[in-house]
């Protein structure tokens, strides 16, 4: 099978050209698709979302959850621990891979660091590699206590799997918005930036100590990329992420208290964005991701700082990418980022178009636009912030491990792919 006139992005750069698998369709009697200037990209990959199973199912499930990455063209979903119970244990792991083998992509899954992630005892780390997880980490809790992070690193450094934090210093990391002029205008009790790369300091500093490797997630500040960019620059093995809608929004926009804007870290000030940008682009910054939080309606639906922290963002990535580059920094590179550079970060065989890897790709229209609303959302919840809007560019097919799991295109069989 060919598909023909692609614009071909092979995890580094558009290619102009045919897209040729080895197939075997059923009732497909065509040799050739003409895509007629389409994109063809990679499977994304996304290594930090929320699949609320087990124990906050009517949030999201890993049937809802994958079903909605597979919309927004993600092949690959990492599954944080925070679940109820969190994923703690060797058995909460292989629950979690038990149940993903009737998920629409790819699954993914990160460990607790701590029991219940309460931050007093660590897991069974070296248990939990073993049944399969990529990663350590108490996301949406910072492990304050400096001496048991220690610990934690040196494990996770013999067992050569990364510690992901949600670097937040927990007693000034209690706000609801970025503290800063707009938090004083709109009377929003509000958290410093300093919450952050405090926390980030840390980090490094014990990266330092431990030969670590010790990935940042969703950083948000100006000054916790400065330390990135400069442990970097020193050889401490740190890298880091950052979260889609932190380079869409910035504090300003809680003008209208919309709870489906709220989300943790907050969103950054007008400086801090341009850090952000600055950092995709020297390098500083490894990944994008989504952050994808599902909350139901009755929990958005309340006043603002009652609210949960939380943006689903697997139906959206591709829209806000291409918001991103209008704000001047390359497609390529931000695509980049979402594919080939999160794939390379944690040794995952996919990210590329490229002659032996699984065929993970999206067949995506960047002129084509649709409306995120109740009815076009696949995920159990609605709460972000573009829902009844119109988004330029839509995921026309998406395939995982060679098999169609999203899309509706004449002439599109379904059967199993494999790249020739």
């Known amino acids: 099978m060919i598909f023909d006139n692609a614009n071909i992005f092979d995890g580094e750069r558009f290619h102009k050209g045919s897209f040729a698998f080895n197939i075997c369709f059923e009732d497909q009697d065509d040799e050739k698709l003409d895509l007629d200037g389409l994109w063809v990209l990679p ?5 930090h979302a929320h699949l609320r ?14 079903r909605s990455a597979a919309h927004g063209g993600i092949t690959t979903v990492f599954a944080m621990s925070n679940t109820t119970p969190a994923i ?7 629950y979690i891979k038990e149940k993903s083998q009737h998920a629409k992509v790819n699954v993914k899954i990160v460990g607790a660091l701590t029991k219940g992630r309460e931050g007093k005892e660590l897991t069974e780390m070296h248990r939990m590699a073993r049944a399969g997880v990529v990663g350590f980490s108490d996301d949406g809790n910072f492990l304050n206590d ?3 992070a220690r610990h934690a690193m040196e494990y996770a450094h013999e067992i050569d799997l990364p510690i992901i934090s949600h670097c937040q210093d927990r007693d000034l990391g209690v706000g609801h918005m970025r503290e800063g002029w707009y938090s004083t205008l709109y009377g929003i009790y509000a958290m410093p930036d300093v919450a952050e790369s405090i926390a980030v300091s840390r980090e490094i500093e014990l990266s330092y100590l431990t ?6 997630a969703h950083v948000s500040t100006a000054r916790s990329v400065k330390l990135i960019r400069q442990a970097k620059k020193d050889g401490i093995n740190i890298t880091c992420d950052v979260c889609i809608h932190h380079l869409i929004f910035t504090d300003e926009d809680l003008h209208d208290y919309d709870t489906s804007k709220k989300i943790n870290p907050p969103f950054p000030t007008a400086e801090d964005q341009i850090a952000l940008y600055e950092g995709l682009e020297d390098e500083t910054i490894d990944a994008i991701i989504t952050d994808h939080a599902p909350y139901t309606a009755e929990e958005k639906e309340v006043e603002f700082q009652l609210a949960p922290f939380g943006i689903i963002g697997f139906e959206t990535l591709l829209n806000e990418i291409l918001m991103v580059s209008q704000k001047g920094i390359k497609v390529e590179l931000l695509l980049k980022k979402v594919t080939s550079d999160p794939a390379k970060l944690y040794k995952l065989n996919e990210g590329r178009i490229q002659k032996g890897l699984p065929a993970n790709f999206v067949i995506f229209d960047p002129d084509q636009k649709w409306i995120v609303s109740r009815n076009t959302i696949q995920s159990k919840s609605t709460n972000t912030p573009f829902l009844n809007r119109t988004m330029n560019g839509k995921v026309i097919a998406t395939y995982v491990n060679g098999r169609q799991v999203y899309g509706n295109v004449e002439n599109f069989g379904k059967g199993i792919l494999r790249l020739a």
């Open 43 to 47: 499977g994304l990959v996304d290594t």
């Open 53 to 66: 199973d087990p124990g906050q199912t009517r949030r999201e499930d890993l049937i809802s959850g994958t």
């Open 88 to 94: 703690d244990n060797e058995a909460m792991v292989l």
């Open 146 to 148: 400096a001496s048991l």
């Open 211 to 216: 030969k670590a490797h010790v990935h940042i």
